[in-house]
Structure formats: structure tokens, C-alpha cells
């Protein structure tokens, strides 16, 4: 298909049109750059109405179609494609409605993550997932990835925290899934669709779930000689009954950037620290704090410190959700992996890292979601050193091939997108990939929608070679071998 | 019975009924058995395939067989002081982990902990080609792939048969004190709206007989400072009361009368529906004995955005589950279609043609 016979027959506004090349760069990557692509069009529509009929025009024409939203992903999940439409949704930022009797509120997909929260303050409200681009990043695209944060163990997913959806499929139907209701009849869609990386459709509309902002929260600073005994400190607080609100992890490398950059006040010379959050009101928290205190000492911190008013408390937390950019400052470039393991295997898990780091002479800094065992060892590299980009790739792959072996996953939070494309080959059999296909196709038969994202074809498998091996048997044996 | 793995045998069972289009009864503990539509298919019983997996209570999660009793896992989490947060209603004491997932019923403590569909991280399950899967894991975020566990709550085997769950647990709350006052149904969902918009610490709220119910949940001193909030309320000193409402052991369930399920937007005002109402969930799930046709009141439900369920007592007559759109249930139907081609996994029990 030529491009200038697309847009003679697209019935847009010009101005919702970009294709000159200086227009369309901006839009090459999401917050993965080392990812790029050119985009072969980006449309930006205003209405609804507009989005239906770009995705039938294309659906007819068997064009396909890459969403996007605040492209902050991690994952590459909005990647443009040479040949297809990037439909941005950034002009969709209304909240359409807040239900503080019913505690809804919604929302368009454009409408950043924090601005929920912030629209509901005054009402005593708030959304509670918080992935560290609050600032930046849209619902709609929260809703694609199922975005967590530091609160997940506590007050879940977005999945746990969406009560309905409208979505146009690949033909341009508009479909409401969900309800305001606690839950709706039918299979549950609105789980299938959170997470499912645009590849079933586009969001166009979110109902999100809201909660009483606690009475307070304060949270406790331990520093520890060893990962392990952090660790290990963590699995005591989660089995003493307490379910902290925030429970993070930091290492050496990811402290002092931290402390470098915001002057939390973190203590550099320990080999870990965790920051516990506990909230509530003041009568629980107050008994809780006092507990985990002393689980801590008893645990083997050299230090525990309770932040000493809510400056200090921001302060704390100020250090954790910078330590991406901080970690940034040490090192041209760094690569942020997304796996989650049992924390039972922490320990192993960061020993092998830390042997491998020395293999491939690349640092890690390691920042960990601790409550809910998703670790982000932050890769350190300079794309400029010829081949380095591709060891660290490599480094990255074998460290999420390690989760899957600890029994955990290749992604939390951030999704498989492009990134992790091949470790879907390690994570899951071919019936299972076929599975996924099957799915897909009873929503978008032609395989429109984000094509060649987060489910890896069987071909692409087998050229991997990294297969799922079960039973000692050779997966893909039918298939020809690169 | 001996805890055994049955899944290759599943799997060539599945494969026969798909070759030879017989169709399959799933059932655990047939103590759901009246919910939902009737199938006629060769039964085939979970309980044969049982036992807890794993289990770490540092860890917050347990893994089982689908035809391990409820029961079973609810004591082993006792004794570490852990629960299953969505309180599962156990109609029977032969309720399965399969039969509580595949119906996805939840407890009064949903609205306050989430229900069932929230608690699961992964599951096993064999599909309708006879192909055993897993999807998900035992983890708290798993984002690999589409979300098909979280899919298999509620759709009553007819997507595919569990062969294992694992879910999140929850610490058990050490303290709980549940209170009592007097009002009517209007003034208890007004209360209702206006205290779970606060930062307290409830589990539960149910209104009945003219009564208003909460459950505090937290440690002594939290539920203590929570109960002045409340305002003036009796202690209720008979704590198994939720659980008699969580398994229709309160006298309001006994009755032979087709019994509806309504699941609406928890500050609707009481709808104007002649009948017997118990109010669960804060307002949100709300529990009618009517003479009013199904019509009337699947009308009167959706017009405020909710859906009604014929829960007991069909007697056959009635759709059970609330009718879906056109396009919605099209694109259900391929669904079903992509887990089990040949139609022979509980077909019928959600909707003709599923």
C-alpha cells in the first residue's frame, strides 16, 4: 500500500495528519530508545467517532495499526511499524466524569496517571497503582502494559484496580467491557484486555477504581550488611501478618546514585537498604510501626531509622522512584530489566547477577519491588562502545532466562512488547504460544493490531533456538532450524 | 481420597470427548451444582485429582490441585494465620478450589480485599483440544502474555478444565470486631457510601432485617479507634455471622423461590423492586426474593448499570445469567471457540452456545 494512496482516502482532519519525517521522529520510540523505527504515519484523531473510522479504514484496507499513549513504555510495545498507522490517543486527556459516591472515576485514555489522583484529592480520594512515570504516563497506556508501582502488594495491578473499559476492535466497533458494578456477566474481558499490549484492541475509555487516601502512612529506613539479610527481613515482615503499603529494596550501586542525585539521606556505606512503607490509620499504623521495628533490628540491621515527619518520609521515597534517572547518571546508558521471582530465591538470584555483571565487565544497580518480588537490575552501558549494546542484551536476556529458572517471570510490570519478545519462546511451550494466537485471532483475525509484539510467532521460536524444553524433548521439531 | 496427578489421563479423556464430540460434565464438589444452566455430558469429577502444591506463608501464595477441598486449604492457611481473602463461599463442605474459581463467587470481604478473579496469579488447565497449559505463575506480577488465568474465574469450565490455581493469600487480620445498628435499607446504603469514601478499616457490610452489619479488620488498637468513628452500634459478640452469610446459612436463604443476584454500582438507592432484599458488599451486591418476571427485573438492574443473575431455584424456566449485546457475546463465542473448538467443555453452563 503507497502511503499517498492511504491518505487520499482517510477522512481526517490535516492537522491530525503527520508525515513529514522532522513530524514523525518524535514518535521513532517509547521510553525504550534503543529500539527506533521510523513511523510510515501518525494519525492523532479528537473524537471517537475518528478512531473508529481510522481503524475500519485500515481493517478494510488490511493495514495495520500500532496504538500509543504517553510513550513511556519499557518494553517497546509502541514501536511503529515501517509499513502501518501509529494512532496516538494523546489528544484524548478529559475526565469525563468522577463518581465519589460510587468511588469511580472516568476517563479518557490520554489523561496522565497522577492527574487521576490529583483531579479526586479534594474529595479524600485517590488511584492507587503508581509505576514510577506518574507524572508522564497515560491510563490507557497503563491499562495496555497492567502497569504496577511501589504500592502492588498491598492494593494490587491495574487489573485490581479498573471497573470498565470501551474499546474499538480492529473493524471499528465500539465495545464496552466491564461495568461499574462490582463485576459484569460473561467471561471476564476486562482482565483479558489489561495487559494485552493493544494487540485486541484500542482503548479508548477507562472507568478506574478509586480509594480513601489512609488516615497516614510513615515509613521505616533499614540498612543491612547483605542483600540476603534484607531479604530475609522481608519474608519476616510479610509472615508476622503485616502487609506493608510499600516494601522496596535498593543495593549498593542504586543507593549512592540515589543519595548522589536527591540527597535522600540514605546511608552509602550499606550493602542494602529497604524502605517499608505501612499505612492506615494513625491507631494501626502506629502499632505496626513499632513491630516492624523490631523485626528489623532482630533481623539483622545495622540501622533502622523512621522518617521523623512527611518531609523526611517524601525524601525516602524521593530516592527510590529517581534511582532510574540516578543510576542514569553514572553511565551513558543503562538497560532496565522487569523480572519477578519468589523472593525465597533473592539471595541466588542477585549472587549469579552480580557474577555475571564481572563476566561481561557491565555494572548493575538492582532496585527491587521487595513486597512483590519484581526486580529491576538496571544494566550500565555506553551504546557508543561497538558491540555493547548487543552483550548487554544478551546479559539482559540470560538474567530474565534466570527468573523463569527460579520460577518466576520475564516481566512484572513493564510488558514484553519488542524487548522480550524471544523469552516468551523460553517462558512458555509452543501450545501455550498457540494458545495466545488463538486469542488473538477471536479478536483481530488478521493480525492488524500491534503485529509482532508480546507473542512471538512459532517460526520466530525456532529461529531463536532458545526454546521451552519440556521432557527433555525438542520443541519445534517440525520447523526448520536458522 | 489419595492425592494423586491426573492430568495425562485429563488430557487423553478430553481428547477422546473432542474426537468423538461427547461432551463433558465438569464438576468438583457439586455443591454449586444449581448454579448456572443445565449441561448434559459425561461427568468427570476434579476431586480425584487433589492436593496443595506449594505453600510458603512468607511467599503469600498457595498452589493446589483443582479438586482440593476448600476446606483442606483453608486450614493449612489457618495455622498460618493466613486466609483466602475473598472468602469463598463453601455451599457445601465438599467445595473444590476448581468449583470456587470457575464460578468466581466471592465473600462479604470482596468490595474490601478484592474478589476472586484478583487473588488468582496462575493456573493449569487442560483446553477444549485436550492440551495441558499453564499461564500466569506463582508470583504477585507476572505480565508475560495474555492474562488467560484471570479469564478462567467465573467462566464455569467452559474455556477450559483447571488442573491447578495458584492465588494470593492474605495475612488474617488479628483482631475483628463486627457491629450492629438499627436502620432501614436506604439510610444503611447512604452510611455505606459515606464510610467506605473513608480511610477505615471495614471488611465487610451487610444490611439485613432492618440491620446495618460491619466487620472491622485490623489490629486491636485500629478497630478499636475505627468502632468511635462508627458512630453508636451494638458489638455483635456471634462472629461466625459473616460466615452464614458468605454460605446461605442465614434463615433469609431459605426459601425454594428463585433467589437473584444483583450485582449494581454500591450507592444505587434501593430499586424499585417488589421483594425480599438482602444487601451485601457495601450496596453492591444485593440478594432479591421477587414475584416480578425476569424481564422487569433484569430491566430495572441494567437501567442502573448492573446485571442480574437467576442464583438459585431457576427450576429451568429463565435465562440465568444477564443477556450480553450482540457484538459482546460474538466475540464471547469465538472466545470459546479458541479454547475449546469442538465445544465439548461444560457447553451450555454460561450461555447457550458458549
Given at each position: 500500500m503507497e502511503r499517498s494512496r492511504f491518505l487520499a482516502g482517510l477522512d481526517l482532519p490535516a492537522h491530525c495528519i503527520l508525515s513529514e519525517e522532522a513530524e514523525l521522529r518524535p514518535y521513532e520510540c517509547d521510553g525504550l530508545s534503543a529500539y527506533r523505527r521510523l513511523p510510515w504515519l501518525v494519525l492523532i484523531p479528537e473524537t471517537l467517532e475518528q478512531v473508529q473510522a481510522i481503524l475500519a479504514y485500515c481493517h478494510r484496507l488490511k493495514v495495520p495499526v500500532v496504538a500509543r499513549g504517553a510513550g513511556t513504555g519499557l518494553s517497546g510495545g509502541a514501536l511503529p511499524l515501517e509499513h502501518g498507522v501509529l494512532l496516538s490517543l494523546a489528544r484524548f486527556t478529559d475526565i469525563l466524569d468522577i463518581d465519589t459516591a460510587n468511588r469511580l472515576a472516568r476517563v479518557q485514555p490520554g489523561v496522565r496517571n497522577l492527574a487521576i489522583s490529583e483531579a479526586v484529592a479534594a474529595q479524600g480520594?485517590?488511584?492507587?497503582?503508581?509505576?514510577?512515570?506518574?507524572?508522564?504516563?497515560?491510563?490507557?497506556?497503563?491499562?495496555?502494559?497492567?502497569?504496577?508501582?511501589?504500592?502492588?502488594?498491598?492494593?494490587?495491578?491495574t487489573v485490581n484496580n479498573i471497573a470498565a473499559l470501551k474499546v474499538v476492535t480492529m473493524e471499528g466497533e465500539l465495545l464496552t467491557i466491564g461495568s461499574h458494578a462490582a463485576d459484569s456477566a460473561g467471561y471476564d474481558l476486562l482482565a483479558l484486555l489489561t495487559g494485552s499490549e493493544g494487540m485486541l484492541g484500542v482503548i479508548v475509555e477507562v472507568t478506574v477504581r478509586l480509594l480513601p487516601v489512609p488516615e497516614y502512612a510513615q515509613v521505616l529506613l533499614a540498612a543491612f550488611d547483605s542483600a540476603e539479610s534484607a531479604g530475609n527481613a522481608v519474608a519476616d515482615i510479610i509472615s508476622s501478618g503485616?502487609?506493608?503499603?510499600?516494601?522496596?529494596?535498593?543495593?549498593?550501586?542504586?543507593?549512592?546514585?540515589?543519595?548522589?542525585?536527591?540527597?535522600?539521606?540514605?546511608?552509602?556505606?550499606?550493602?542494602?537498604?529497604?524502605?517499608?512503607?505501612?499505612?492506615?490509620?494513625?491507631?494501626?499504623?502506629?502499632?505496626?510501626?513499632?513491630?516492624?521495628?523490631?523485626?528489623?533490628s532482630h533481623a539483622g540491621a545495622s540501622e533502622v531509622r523512621t522518617a521523623r515527619d512527611q518531609q523526611e518520609r517524601q525524601r525516602f521515597w524521593a530516592g527510590r522512584k529517581a534511582s532510574f534517572p540516578a543510576v542514569g547518571r553514572l553511565s551513558p546508558d543503562y538497560y532496565c530489566m522487569d523480572g519477578t521471582i519468589p523472593r525465597k530465591h533473592l539471595g541466588r538470584v542477585l549472587a549469579t547477577i552480580s557474577e555475571w555483571s564481572a563476566e561481561y565487565g557491565l555494572p548493575v544497580a538492582n532496585v527491587f519491588h521487595a513486597g512483590d518480588g519484581n526486580l529491576h537490575p538496571l544494566i550500565?552501558?555506553?551504546?557508543?562502545?561497538?558491540?555493547?549494546?548487543?552483550?548487554?542484551?544478551?546479559?539482559?536476556?540470560?538474567?530474565?532466562?534466570?527468573?523463569?529458572?527460579?520460577?518466576?517471570?520475564?516481566?512484572?510490570?513493564?510488558?514484553?512488547?519488542?524487548?522480550?519478545?524471544?523469552?516468551?519462546?523460553?517462558?512458555?511451550?509452543?501450545?501455550?504460544?498457540?494458545?495466545?494466537?488463538a486469542v488473538k485471532r477471536a479478536f483481530d483475525p488478521d493480525g492488524l493490531l500491534n503485529p509482532g509484539k508480546a507473542i512471538p510467532t512459532l517460526a520466530r521460536c525456532a529461529e531463536f533456538g532458545h526454546m521451552h524444553v519440556h521432557g527433555g524433548a525438542l520443541p519445534f521439531p517440525e520447523l526448520e532450524r536458522f | 481420597m489419595p492425592e494423586q496427578d491426573l492430568t495425562d489421563a485429563w488430557c487423553a479423556r478430553i481428547q477422546e470427548a473432542a474426537a468423538t464430540h461427547r461432551p463433558l460434565y465438569i464438576h468438583g464438589g457439586n455443591s454449586k451444582a444449581f448454579y448456572g444452566r443445565p449441561v448434559t455430558g459425561d461427568a468427570l469429577d476434579t476431586r480425584e485429582h487433589s492436593g496443595i502444591l506449594d505453600y510458603e506463608p512468607s511467599e503469600l501464595v498457595i498452589r493446589a490441585r483443582s479438586g482440593t477441598a476448600l476446606s483442606e486449604i483453608e486450614q493449612r492457611l489457618e495455622r498460618h494465620r493466613q486466609m483466602l481473602a475473598f472468602e469463598p463461599p463453601h455451599f457445601s463442605p465438599h467445595s473444590t478450589l476448581g468449583?470456587?474459581?470457575?464460578?468466581?463467587?466471592?465473600?462479604?470481604?470482596?468490595?474490601?480485599?478484592?474478589?476472586?478473579?484478583?487473588?488468582?496469579?496462575?493456573?493449569?488447565?487442560?483446553?477444549?483440544?485436550?492440551?495441558?497449559?499453564?499461564?500466569?505463575?506463582?508470583?504477585m506480577k507476572n505480565v508475560a502474555g495474555y492474562d488467560l488465568s484471570r479469564l478462567m474465574a467465573g467462566a464455569l469450565g467452559t474455556l477450559g478444565l483447571l488442573t491447578d490455581v495458584a492465588l494470593k493469600v492474605l495475612p488474617r487480620p488479628e483482631t475483628e470486631y463486627t457491629l450492629k445498628q438499627v436502620c432501614s435499607q436506604q439510610e444503611a446504603l447512604l452510611r455505606c457510601a459515606e464510610w467506605t469514601a473513608k480511610p477505615l478499616p471495614l471488611s465487610a457490610a451487610c444490611w439485613h432485617d432492618e440491620h446495618l452489619y460491619l466487620r472491622l479488620s485490623g489490629t486491636e488498637a485500629g478497630v478499636r479507634y475505627a468502632q468511635h468513628q462508627l458512630g453508636d452500634s451494638l458489638l455483635e459478640q456471634d462472629s461466625s455471622w459473616w460466615q452464614r452469610l458468605r454460605d446461605q446459612q442465614l434463615d433469609f436463604f431459605r426459601r425454594d423461590e428463585p433467589l437473584w443476584r444483583l450485582s449494581v454500582p454500591p450507592a444505587t438507592p434501593p430499586l424499585a423492586i417488589t421483594g425480599d432484599w438482602l444487601i451485601d458488599w457495601g450496596g453492591g451486591q444485593r440478594w432479591l426474593y421477587s414475584k416480578e418476571n425476569a424481564a422487569t427485573i433484569r430491566q430495572v438492574t441494567g437501567s442502573v448499570g448492573g446485571q442480574a443473575t437467576l442464583f438459585r431455584n431457576a427450576q429451568g424456566k429463565e435465562d440465568v445469567f444477564q443477556p450480553l449485546p450482540g457484538p459482546l457475546f460474538s466475540l464471547q463465542q469465538r472466545l470459546k471457540q479458541a479454547f475449546d473448538p469442538e465445544g465439548i467443555l461444560n457447553p451450555g453452563r454460561l450461555y447457550a452456545g458458549l
Open positions: 480520594l485517590y488511584y492507587a497503582p503508581d509505576p514510577s512515570s506518574q507524572i508522564a504516563c497515560s491510563i490507557g497506556g497503563n491499562v495496555a502494559e497492567n502497569a504496577g508501582g511501589v504500592h502492588c502488594l498491598k492494593y494490587g495491578l503485616i502487609l506493608p503499603a510499600g516494601l522496596e529494596m535498593m543495593d549498593k550501586l542504586a543507593i549512592r546514585a540515589a543519595e548522589d542525585f536527591v540527597h535522600a539521606g540514605y546511608p552509602t556505606d550499606a550493602a542494602a537498604i529497604l524502605l517499608c512503607e505501612l499505612d492506615g490509620t494513625r491507631a494501626e499504623v502506629d502499632a505496626q510501626l513499632e513491630k516492624v521495628h523490631a523485626l528489623l550500565l552501558y555506553d551504546a557508543n562502545q561497538p558491540g555493547e549494546l548487543e552483550r548487554t542484551e544478551e546479559f539482559g536476556g540470560r538474567i530474565l532466562e534466570l527468573c523463569i529458572e527460579a520460577g518466576g517471570t520475564i516481566t512484572g510490570e513493564h510488558g514484553v512488547g519488542m524487548e522480550k519478545i524471544d523469552q516468551m519462546c523460553t517462558q512458555f511451550n509452543r501450545a501455550e504460544l498457540e494458545q495466545f494466537h | 468449583g470456587a474459581i470457575a464460578s468466581g463467587l466471592s465473600g462479604p470481604r470482596r468490595p474490601f480485599a478484592g474478589a476472586a478473579r484478583d487473588m488468582v496469579l496462575g493456573v493449569g488447565l487442560i483446553n477444549g483440544k485436550g492440551e495441558a497449559l499453564h499461564f500466569g505463575g506463582q508470583v
